[in-house]
């Protein structure tokens, strides 16, 4: 083809460039099928583990070869991989996590007229909501590892799916709301299903929003890929149905919509954003990157009122009908994870490495600080998410958290701004998780899978340094 001004153009062929990233894809596809379908978390860590690398390394080939996709032809198959590698989730019941067991009580209950904060999962008084899916009886049935017991009258011993089914629970308002939603619009006996599919959709709403954005912004539409086809999406989000998926997608809107100049758009998407933190509370962290380089208050206020205003009044409805704390279990959870104890557990591994551990804590606080400092002072407003990035990069790598979910936010954000080497974060969580049981200290797999993911943060951010100083301002102009 002869342009009319210049010499002749060669169109790229669409079928042989999309050949490797189709193939990769497939085969990421059947090893998630192998992963999922393998019930070894308790029974076989060291293999489960290692069919986990297998999908990581598989993901980064893919990655590779979609690079070599011209731009206007990436669309279609990361979309087409959204679909498929998010159906890999639905092969099998939740595998690593008992989460969604909660999710389906609380629905439960809250479609019988009682409040979720009221009421633990084995208090007599919803004993009447219980049936044999989630409350098993019988020895053969309350023998699993993933099983607990319960108070029981009588020889037929009594247990539950749910995991502390002694404490309220501890999900927010909006996550509350959403499990009520499946419950009503889940057929009868559907069990864990509804909570897969609902989740499998959320996680498909967050790569065409993050498409969407990128698209907007003229950014490189591969990067959707990040998401779309990360080993954690399927594995966390779909098949465990963890409702982080939820704030994912409604964090990812948010800063979409705060990176406007707009005061009516910045303040969508401080509503958003509040609606984000009424999911699951962690997406508070991304609100420094939302105020990335703001300089005016209205500015800061724009975003800041709107999100706690939204935040509060969706408590409001929840605090009127409870009869006890809306904050449920989570001040126990906090200890019981150890965030209190810098001492024990594998929370601040790296921390502890250089430092005593009461010091924990407090250089945490100080680093943290510091890192919020800059991002509000020298971050790019018309990039915030980029921001929120740098602040839950580095919050993860200071807390080290043991639960391979928690990472689906970082795997969102790394999906907007596109520094692919943050996803060390997010292979270091099932690192510990899982592979911290086959060697029997969680703290020494932490310490190893969180220090390495940071070299890896490090040495890349070092090298793009270096490489945008060897261009020249020149080069970086144009």
Same mark, same amino acid.
């Given at each position: 083809m002869r342009t009319a001004t210049g010499p002749r153009v060669r169109s790229v062929p669409a079928v042989p460039v999309l050949v490797a990233p189709v193939l990769a894809l497939c085969a990421l596809v059947g090893a998630l099928v192998w992963t999922i379908g393998y019930?070894?978390? !308790?029974?076989?860590?060291?293999g489960l583990s290692w %069919?986990?690398?297998?999908? /990581?390394?598989?993901?980064?080939?893919?990655?590779? +070869?979609? %690079? $070599? #996709?011209?731009?206007?032809?990436?669309?279609?198959?990361?979309?087409?991989?959204? !679909?498929?590698? &998010?159906?890999?989730?639905?092969v099998a019941e939740p595998r690593t996590s008992t989460d969604a067991y909660r999710y389906a009580w609380d629905g439960r209950v809250q479609s +019988?007229?009682?409040?979720?904060? *009221?009421? +633990?999962?084995? *208090?007599?008084?919803?004993?009447?909501?219980? *049936?044999?899916?989630? !409350?098993?009886?019988? +020895?053969?049935? @309350?023998?699993?590892?993933?099983?607990?017991?319960?108070?029981?009258?009588?020889?037929?011993? =009594? @247990?539950?799916?749910?995991? =502390?089914?002694?404490?309220?629970?501890i999900y927010p308002p909006v996550a509350e709301a959403y499990f009520l939603a499946v419950d009503r619009l889940s057929p009868g006996g559907a069990r864990h299903k509804p909570l897969q599919i609902g989740a499998g959709v959320l996680s498909l709403a967050v790569t065409g929003a993050l498409l969407l954005i990128l698209r907007r912004r003229g950014a490189d539409p591969r990067r959707a890929a990040y998401w779309a086809w990360c080993p954690a999406v399927p594995i966390e989000a779909v098949n465990n149905a963890h409702v982080d998926v939820l704030g994912v997608l409604l964090a990812v809107a948010g800063l979409g919509? #705060?990176?406007?100049?707009?005061? $009516? $758009? =910045?303040?969508?998407?401080?509503?958003?954003?509040?609606?984000?933190?009424?999911?699951?509370?962690?997406?508070?962290?991304?609100?420094?990157?939302?105020?990335s380089g703001v300089r005016r208050v209205r500015d800061a206020v724009a975003v800041l009122l709107p999100a706690a205003a939204f935040t509060a009044l969706a408590y409001l409805p929840? #605090?009127?009908?409870?009869?006890?704390?809306?904050?449920?279990?989570?001040?126990?959870?906090?200890?019981?994870?150890?965030?209190?104890?810098?001492? &024990?557990?594998? $929370?601040?591994?790296?921390? %502890?490495?250089?430092?005593p551990g009461e010091w924990a804590v407090p250089v945490l606080a100080a680093a943290m600080a510091g890192v919020c400092g800059y991002v509000l002072w020298r971050g790019d407003p018309r990039r915030p998410w980029s921001g929120a990035l740098l602040v839950t990069? /580095?919050? !993860?790598?200071?807390?080290?958290?043991?639960?391979?979910?928690y990472a689906l936010l970082l795997v969102g954000l790394v999906a907007l701004d596109g520094r692919w080497e943050w996803l060390g974060i997010a292979v270091a969580g099932p690192a510990v998780y899982v592979t911290g049981q086959a060697f029997g200290s969680r703290g020494a797999v932490s310490a190893t899978a969180y220090g390495a993911a940071v070299l890896l943060v490090l040495v890349v951010t070092v090298v793009r340094w270096r490489r945008r100083r060897g261009e020249g301002p020149g080069a970086r102009s144009a």
């Amino acid at each position: 083809m002869r342009t009319a001004t210049g010499p002749r153009v060669r169109s790229v062929p669409a079928v042989p460039v999309l050949v490797a990233p189709v193939l990769a894809l497939c085969a990421l596809v059947g090893a998630l099928v192998w992963t999922i379908g393998y019930d070894g978390n !308790f029974t076989d860590p060291a293999g489960l583990s290692w %069919r986990y690398a297998a999908c /990581w390394a598989l993901f980064a080939l893919a990655l590779l +070869a979609l %690079r $070599r #996709v011209p731009a206007r032809l990436v669309v279609a198959p990361v979309l087409a991989g959204a !679909f498929a590698v &998010a159906a890999t989730g639905l092969v099998a019941e939740p595998r690593t996590s008992t989460d969604a067991y909660r999710y389906a009580w609380d629905g439960r209950v809250q479609s +019988a007229g009682v409040s979720p904060y *009221d009421h +633990a999962p084995q *208090d007599p008084a919803l004993a009447r909501l219980r *049936d044999p899916w989630l !409350f098993p009886a019988g +020895a053969a049935a @309350c023998s699993g590892p993933d099983r607990a017991r319960i108070p029981y009258s009588g020889p037929v011993p =009594r @247990c539950t799916r749910i995991n =502390r089914p002694s404490v309220h629970t501890i999900y927010p308002p909006v996550a509350e709301a959403y499990f009520l939603a499946v419950d009503r619009l889940s057929p009868g006996g559907a069990r864990h299903k509804p909570l897969q599919i609902g989740a499998g959709v959320l996680s498909l709403a967050v790569t065409g929003a993050l498409l969407l954005i990128l698209r907007r912004r003229g950014a490189d539409p591969r990067r959707a890929a990040y998401w779309a086809w990360c080993p954690a999406v399927p594995i966390e989000a779909v098949n465990n149905a963890h409702v982080d998926v939820l704030g994912v997608l409604l964090a990812v809107a948010g800063l979409g919509l #705060v990176a406007a100049r707009s005061l $009516r $758009r =910045r303040a969508c998407g401080g509503l958003v954003l509040g609606a984000a933190v009424a999911t699951k509370l962690m997406p508070a962290i991304v609100l420094p990157g939302a105020l990335s380089g703001v300089r005016r208050v209205r500015d800061a206020v724009a975003v800041l009122l709107p999100a706690a205003a939204f935040t509060a009044l969706a408590y409001l409805p929840y #605090v009127l009908l409870s009869h006890g704390s809306v904050l449920g279990y989570l001040g126990g959870y906090v200890a019981e994870e150890g965030y209190e104890d810098p001492s &024990a557990g594998s $929370r601040y591994a790296l921390l %502890r490495l250089v430092l005593p551990g009461e010091w924990a804590v407090p250089v945490l606080a100080a680093a943290m600080a510091g890192v919020c400092g800059y991002v509000l002072w020298r971050g790019d407003p018309r990039r915030p998410w980029s921001g929120a990035l740098l602040v839950t990069g /580095w919050a !993860f790598a200071l807390l080290t958290p043991g639960y391979s979910w928690y990472a689906l936010l970082l795997v969102g954000l790394v999906a907007l701004d596109g520094r692919w080497e943050w996803l060390g974060i997010a292979v270091a969580g099932p690192a510990v998780y899982v592979t911290g049981q086959a060697f029997g200290s969680r703290g020494a797999v932490s310490a190893t899978a969180y220090g390495a993911a940071v070299l890896l943060v490090l040495v890349v951010t070092v090298v793009r340094w270096r490489r945008r100083r060897g261009e020249g301002p020149g080069a970086r102009s144009a």
